[in-house]
């Protein structure tokens, strides 16, 4: 039969020491500190990159945005101003060509007065539109308001109106 190690009991009294080394307490504080510090620093950076790159990628988004409108309207005034009114008439959006057919609408602009330059302002979303600062062969300058609609198949901007 074996019998289990020896384990002295501890001497009791003031100014005991333990058989056995503390552990220590010094600068404890000081490293759950850093700790706590770096493990902030590293979430701040991580949720402000992750910010920032959302921030860019709306910015990238609208300025997208932005330029397929003026494209679009674009496109529209110069087929107007060329005399190409069955281009321009495509390039309405459906809700404008249903509610005017390819001749009305050619017998329509021509009795218009032409725009012969033009301003385009930045998008608006609500309603979604496009201001234009449009120059008239007679001279007269006129703030004008481009409505859009997005085609359903395609996804690109389409002029339904231009107008006061």
Same mark, same amino acid.
Request: charged letters at 20%; glycine letters at 16%.
């Given at each position: 039969m074996t019998t289990a190690p020896h384990v002295p009991v501890p001497p009791l009294g003031p100014g005991v020491q333990p058989p056995f080394p503390a552990p220590p307490v010094e600068g404890k504080g000081r490293r759950v500190g850093?700790? +706590?510090g770096i493990g902030a620093g590293v979430l701040v950076l !991580?949720? /402000?990159?992750? +910010?920032?790159? +959302? !921030? /860019? $990628?709306g910015t990238s988004i609208s300025g997208a945005l932005d330029e397929q409108a003026h494209a679009a309207v674009d496109d529209y005034l110069t087929a107007l101003k060329d005399g190409r009114y069955d281009q321009a008439y495509r390039q309405l959006c459906e809700r404008a060509q249903r509610s005017e057919t390819s001749a009305e609408f050619r017998s329509r602009v021509e009795g218009e007065e032409r725009i012969s330059s033009w301003e385009l302002g930045a998008l608006v979303t609500v309603p +979604?539109? #496009?201001? #234009? %600062?449009?120059?008239? =062969? =007679? /001279? =007269? #300058? &006129?703030? $004008? &308001?481009?409505? $859009? =609609?997005?085609?359903?198949?395609? /996804? %690109?901007f389409e002029v339904c109106e231009v107008g006061e």
């Open positions: 850093w700790g +706590l !991580i949720c /402000g990159g992750g +910010l920032a790159a +959302l !921030i /860019g $990628l +979604l539109s #496009v201001p #234009v %600062e449009a120059t008239y =062969d =007679d /001279g =007269d #300058v &006129r703030n $004008l &308001r481009a409505t $859009l =609609d997005q085609n359903t198949s395609t /996804g %690109e």
